[in-house]
């Protein structure tokens, strides 16, 4: 195991080391210390991304220091996806699959006396921490799923893949994953540095083999509990909050996945772009910070950002809808509420934030709504 690396920042110690696996040795980054009685923020990035590149903007913003003053951070970069990462052994070496990856989580859990968690993920990264909290329920108090796919890769789509990865070079095939059509064809300064980074910042080989893992992932089989049915199905157990913006490729998965989760502790946010982590680091740090009250801390945390942006505009493109039954469109359809373990959960609504400014922090539950 590599020598672990520690730098101080502000006030906060930062510790840098490799964790070693079965698989390989992990690069991990934890900010903080963690407490007893508190899960630690544990993040996993996407494909053509590490923790720096995917989170960076989100935990560097200002709001996101109210969370992280309450927190320890823990970021998690898969294996060979860190910045300058030589190439990983040709022969007697197998990349990790997406459940062997999921599996890393609780050595690294233990490596740092880490007892809970709740999971921030992107793309790859948010199916990996979806079948880490199914595997091992206890060690999960809750989960920010973005861009989530809970299915397996289609044999239609692995077909188009397959035919498009002899014509696309790797960096064509990561920018279609991470971002819809609309931001490709108009975003060029956007799309161009995500390219640069892909192409020059990450081991091609080390990056091919995380691509082919994540389109070779199974299927999480998750099935929405049924009152008065089959309760006892496979699904995620903690409160989860599912994002994903209206142009995202992601978007259908993550309706699909939403609408096959436990609709009382599931929330379904979407917003009016592709939602990678650095473009809206504000909205999300407000979404999150949401979310993280209702699960029973930060009670005292402001709220108004969303506030603001909610009672400044009547044009809102993004919604969390706190129905319990199920909507015919499946564009629109979002569940929230619901009570984590052992811990009193209070539905919070933004929509009744807007209309009472003075006490943001746990509104009445309703729909609520904020502007992109």
Same mark, same amino acid.
């Given at each position: 195991?590599?020598?672990?690396?520690?730098?101080?920042?502000?006030?906060?110690?930062?510790?840098?080391?490799?964790?070693?696996?079965?698989?390989?040795?992990?690069?991990?980054?934890?900010?903080?210390?963690?407490?007893?009685?508190?899960?630690?923020?544990?993040?996993?990035?996407?494909?053509?991304?590490?923790?720096q590149?995917?989170f960076?903007?989100?935990?560097?913003h200002?709001?996101?220091?109210?969370?992280?003053?309450?927190?320890?951070?823990c970021?998690?970069?898969?294996?060979?996806q860190?910045?300058?990462?030589?190439?990983?052994?040709?022969?007697?070496?197998?990349?990790?699959?997406?459940?062997?990856?999921?599996?890393?989580?609780?050595?690294?859990?233990?490596?740092?006396?880490?007892?809970t968690?709740?999971?921030?993920?992107?793309?790859?990264?948010?199916?990996?921490?979806?079948?880490?909290?199914?595997?091992?329920?206890?060690?999960?108090?809750?989960?920010?799923l &973005?861009?989530?796919?809970? /299915?397996?890769? +289609?044999? @239609?789509?692995? $077909?188009?893949?397959?035919?498009?990865?002899?014509?696309? #070079?790797?960096?064509?095939v990561?920018?279609?994953?991470?971002f819809?059509?609309?931001?490709?064809?108009?975003?060029h300064?956007?799309?161009?540095?995500?390219?640069?980074?892909?192409?020059n910042?990450?081991?091609?080989?080390?990056?091919?083999?995380?691509?082919?893992?994540?389109?070779?992932?199974?299927?999480?089989?998750?099935?929405?509990?049924?009152?008065?049915?089959?309760?006892?199905?496979?699904?995620?157990?903690?409160?989860?909050?599912?994002?994903?913006?209206?142009?995202?490729?992601?978007?259908?998965?993550?309706?699909?996945?939403?609408?096959?989760?436990?609709?009382t502790?599931?929330?379904l946010?979407?917003?009016c772009?592709?939602?990678?982590?650095?473009?809206?680091?504000?909205?999300?740090?407000?979404? &999150?910070?949401?979310?993280? /009250?209702?699960? +029973?801390? @930060?009670?005292? $945390?402001?709220?108004?950002?969303?506030?603001?942006?909610? #009672?400044?505009?009547?044009?809102?493109?993004?919604?969390?809808?706190?129905?319990?039954?199920?909507?015919?469109?499946?564009?629109?359809?979002?569940?929230?509420?619901g009570?984590?373990?052992?811990?009193?959960?209070?539905d919070?609504?933004?929509?009744?934030?807007?209309?009472?400014?003075?006490?943001?922090?746990?509104?009445a539950?309703?729909?609520?709504?904020?502007?992109?």
């Amino acid at each position: 195991m590599a020598l672990p690396f520690c730098i101080i920042y502000g006030s906060q110690k930062i510790q840098e080391e490799d964790v070693e696996t079965p698989w390989g040795k992990v690069q991990c980054s934890l900010k903080g210390n963690p407490r007893g009685n508190r899960p630690v923020i544990l993040t996993y990035h996407d494909i053509g991304l590490n923790h720096q590149t995917c989170f960076s903007s989100l935990f560097e913003h200002e709001d996101m220091q109210e969370i992280t003053g309450h927190f320890a951070v823990c970021h998690v970069t898969a294996i060979g996806q860190q910045e300058g990462a030589s190439m990983l052994p040709t022969t007697g070496f197998e990349y990790p699959s997406m459940d062997q990856m999921s599996e890393t989580l609780p050595i690294i859990l233990k490596h740092f006396g880490i007892r809970t968690i709740i999971g921030v993920g992107v793309g790859a990264g948010a199916y990996i921490l979806a079948k880490f909290a199914l595997s091992h329920p206890d060690l999960v108090e809750g989960l920010v799923l &973005i861009n989530f796919n809970a /299915q397996a890769e +289609g044999w @239609m789509d692995w $077909a188009a893949n397959k035919i498009t990865g002899w014509t696309q #070079t790797l960096s064509d095939v990561v920018i279609t994953h991470l971002f819809g059509k609309e931001e490709i064809q108009n975003d060029h300064d956007l799309i161009a540095t995500f390219r640069h980074h892909v192409t020059n910042n990450v081991n091609q080989t080390n990056l091919q083999h995380f691509v082919k893992s994540y389109y070779g992932r199974k299927d999480l089989e998750i099935e929405r509990p049924v009152p008065g049915g089959n309760m006892n199905v496979k699904t995620l157990k903690c409160p989860s909050l599912l994002v994903v913006g209206d142009s995202s490729p992601a978007v259908d998965a993550v309706v699909d996945s939403n609408s096959r989760l436990d609709p009382t502790i599931t929330t379904l946010l979407k917003v009016c772009t592709c939602v990678q982590t650095e473009q809206l680091p504000g909205k999300l740090t407000e979404a &999150i910070k949401y979310f993280v /009250q209702g699960m +029973g801390y @930060m009670a005292s $945390a402001s709220m108004t950002r969303l506030i603001r942006s909610r #009672t400044s505009s009547g044009n809102s493109c993004s919604s969390l809808d706190g129905s319990r039954s199920r909507s015919q469109s499946a564009r629109s359809q979002a569940q929230q509420g619901g009570e984590p373990r052992g811990r009193s959960h209070t539905d919070v609504s933004m929509e009744s934030a807007s209309h009472s400014l003075a006490e943001p922090a746990m509104p009445a539950p309703g729909t609520a709504q904020v502007t992109c």
